[in-house]
């Protein structure tokens, strides 16, 4: 399972969150306005697996392929 984390209303963080969607990804979205302490220095939005970050800030869907080894 993935983790994506990102911020309540923020148009960056919903639309790359389609790139999860398009790769048919199994993840949880978690809104670090609800839970800060997972932010910690990350530039969000930020996508993890098993605690380690995979993209982080403005990724393309081009940069999420090479992170998961598809691209």
């Not at 960056?12 to 999860?20: F, H, I, M, T, V």
């Amino acid at each position: 399972m993935y983790v994506y984390l990102a911020k309540k209303n923020c148009l960056a963080c919903d639309q790359q969150e389609r790139y999860l969607w398009a790769m048919g990804l199994p993840y949880e979205r978690i809104d670090v306005d609800d839970r800060p302490e997972l932010a910690g220095n990350l530039e969000l939005p930020a996508v993890l697996k098993d605690g380690a970050v995979l993209v982080q800030g403005a990724f393309s869907e081009e940069d999420l392929a090479r992170a998961l080894g598809r691209g």
